[in-house]
């Protein structure tokens, strides 16, 4: 049987893997975006979503465990945020088979398409050298995986370290 200080001790160091694990995966998605220059299509947007829920509900689960709440508290966030992460898996599959041709994506997937020239003599210019990102295709394939493919398995990866750490440790 576990003591009480080493579960504690799991809980925190769980709840930091995640947190850190969904930032990243967060973070590498906005590099991509800012620094990379790739815009993101309407479901790429909402991928993000459970990332953007799940890190403050992981910031409380380190929470719970640094003032030495109740285990239950920390393994309840931690459920919280693997569940989290089992939805945006389920979001990262239905993009992905969308732009594999598996099944029809949604019927409008409209963004606005950032670097659009505000001055009226390149408008035109802009008009036929930007094209809005589409749901499916994909803009960049690493290893045979588009962004929604990876992820999937980055929130895989998140959502068994998480619920992991919400099981009852024995």
């Known amino acids: 049987m576990i003591d009480a200080a080493t579960q504690s001790r799991q809980h925190l160091l769980i709840a930091v893997i995640v947190t850190l694990g969904m930032a990243a995966t967060v973070g590498g998605a906005l590099g991509f975006e800012h620094v990379g220059g790739y815009i993101p299509c309407a479901l790429c947007l909402l991928q993000r979503d459970p990332y953007y829920w799940g890190i403050p509900v ?3 689960a380190i929470a719970t465990t640094a003032f030495k709440l109740p285990a239950w508290t920390t393994r309840t966030l931690l459920l919280i945020v693997g569940i ?3 939805v945006g898996a389920g979001m990262g599959v239905y ?3 969308a732009e594999w041709g598996f099944w029809e994506g949604p ?4 963004t606005t398409a950032q670097g659009i020239s505000s001055n009226v003599g390149d408008l035109l210019g802009d008009l036929d ?8 295709e994909a ?3 690493v290893l045979g995986l588009s962004f929604a493919g990876w992820n999937v398995i980055a929130s895989l990866i ?3 370290i998480a619920l ?3 099981a009852k440790a024995r």
Request: proline share 3%; aromatic share 0%; hydrophobic share 35%.
């Open 84 to 86: 989290l992460m089992l």
């Open 164 to 166: 992991r750490g919400a």
């Open 158 to 160: 998140l959502a068994a």
């Open 95 to 97: 993009h992905s088979g």
């Open 58 to 60: 992981g910031v409380l």
């Open 107 to 110: 019927s409008t997937c409209a």
């Open 129 to 136: 050298s930007k094209h809005g990102p589409s749901c499916t």
């Open 139 to 141: 803009s960049l394939r």
